[in-house]
C-alpha cells in the first residue's frame, strides 16, 4: 500500500481582492519506506500539501490518501498514523523538554517508556537538557524535540515541512542523519526544504514552484536531464557579469550562483570563451574565468522555470 497518493489536488484562496491558486493539479505516489523530497521555495505550495495531507486543511478539488485513508473522510485514522513537525517551532515553549514530550505521548494515549526505541537516538542528545524550557533551547535542539515529539507515537507516515529552515549547518547535517537512521527504520517520510543541496539526500524528489510540480524524479535523474552545456563564471564585478550574459543573444539562460554565474549557449559544442571573452573584455570586464560545470538540481530547477514561464 503506497504511503501517500495525491490526486489532481486543487486549492485555492482570496488574498485581499486576489484569488492565490495555491496548488494546481498535483499528482505524485510515495513509495514505501521512501524518504520523498519537495523542493522548493518559500511559497512553492510546500506547506499548504504538508496540510492537507495531514487533514488540517480540505483541498478544493481532488483527493489525497494517507496509507490508503481518504483525508477528506478518515482523518480521524489518519491522525492517528502520521507524524507531523510543522515548518514553525510549534511545541509549548514554557514547558521542559520532558513534559513537552509527555504531553504529547499522551494526546495519543501512549507513553514516552513505551515507545523509547523510536526516538532513543535522539532523545539522548535531549537528556542533558530534559528539564529546560523548550523556548530557552537552540535551534538545532528544537528541532530534535520537535522531531520527537512528532516520532513519540510511532507513526507510519512522517510529514517534516522545511525541519532545517534557520538550523546550523552542522545541526542540519545531524538532522539528516537521524532521518536516513529512521528510514532505515522502516518509516515513509515526506519532507519540505528550500535547500538544494538537501535534496541529494532523498530517494527521489518533486520540484514545485507556484503551485506546480515541474518534474519527480531521483536527484541523478534530475541532473542528467539537463540538456545543453553548463559553465560557471567568476569576477569580482559579478552583477555587472550577470548583466552583460542576460542582456547577450548568444546566452541560452543564467543566473547567479554564489560568488559565481552559471549559463549555458544557445546552441552546442562551443566555445564560450572565444564567443563571450572578448566582449567582456571590452565592457571593462578583463579578469573573468569560465569553466564547463556538471548541472545541479538547481540549474534543472531554473532551467525548467525559464521553459514554464516562456
Known amino acids: 500500500m503506497k504511503p501517500v497518493v495525491c490526486q489532481h489536488i486543487e ?97 495519543f494515549h501512549t507513553k514516552i517508556e513505551s515507545n523509547y526505541d523510536q526516538i532513543r537516538d535522539i532523545y539522548e542528545q535531549l537528556k542533558p537538557f530534559e528539564k529546560r524550557r523548550a523556548g530557552k533551547l537552540s535551534g538545532g535542539m528544537k528541532q530534535k524535540l520537535a522531531l520527537c515529539c512528532a516520532l513519540v507515537h510511532k507513526p507510519e507516515v512522517l510529514f517534516l515541512d522545511e525541519p532545517t529552515t534557520g538550523v546550523d549547518p552542522v545541526s542540519r547535517k545531524e538532522f539528516w542523519q537521524m532521518l536516513k537512521k529512521l528510514q532505515a527504520d522502516g518509516i515513509s517520510i515526506v519532507v519540505s526544504t528550500p535547500y538544494m543541496d538537501e535534496a541529494t539526500m532523498c530517494d527521489r524528489i518533486a520540484l514545485i514552484q507556484e503551485g506546480q510540480i515541474l518534474k519527480i524524479a531521483s536527484p541523478g535523474d534530475i541532473s542528467d536531464a539537463y540538456d545543453k552545456q553548463l559553465f560557471a563564471a567568476s569576477t569580482e564585478h559579478s552583477f555587472d557579469l550577470l548583466t552583460l550574459l542576460r542582456a547577450n543573444p548568444e546566452i541560452h539562460h543564467s543566473f547567479s550562483f554564489g560568488d559565481e554565474v552559471h549559463f549555458s549557449l544557445a546552441g552546442e559544442d562551443r566555445d564560450p570563451g572565444a564567443i563571450l571573452l572578448p566582449g567582456l573584455r571590452e565592457s571593462g570586464l578583463k579578469d573573468v574565468r569560465i569553466r564547463e560545470i556538471k548541472p545541479g538540481i538547481e540549474d534543472v530547477f531554473m532551467d525548467l522555470l525559464e521553459k514554464q514561464t516562456r
Do not use: C
Open 11 to 107: 486549492m485555492q484562496y482570496v488574498q485581499g481582492k486576489k484569488t492565490v491558486h495555491a496548488l494546481k493539479d498535483i499528482n505524485f505516489e510515495v513509495e514505501p519506506g521512501e524518504l520523498f523530497g519537495l523542493i522548493g521555495p518559500d511559497g512553492a505550495g510546500k506547506t499548504s500539501l504538508f496540510r492537507i495531507l495531514t487533514t488540517l486543511m480540505l483541498p478544493v478539488s481532488g483527493s489525497a490518501f494517507v496509507k490508503g485513508l481518504d483525508t477528506n473522510r478518515d482523518y480521524r485514522k489518519i491522525r492517528k498514523i502520521v507524524g507531523y513537525m510543522p515548518g514553525r517551532f510549534s511545541l509549548y515553549q514554557d514547558l521542559s523538554v520532558k513534559e513537552n514530550l509527555q504531553f504529547f505521548a499522551s494526546l
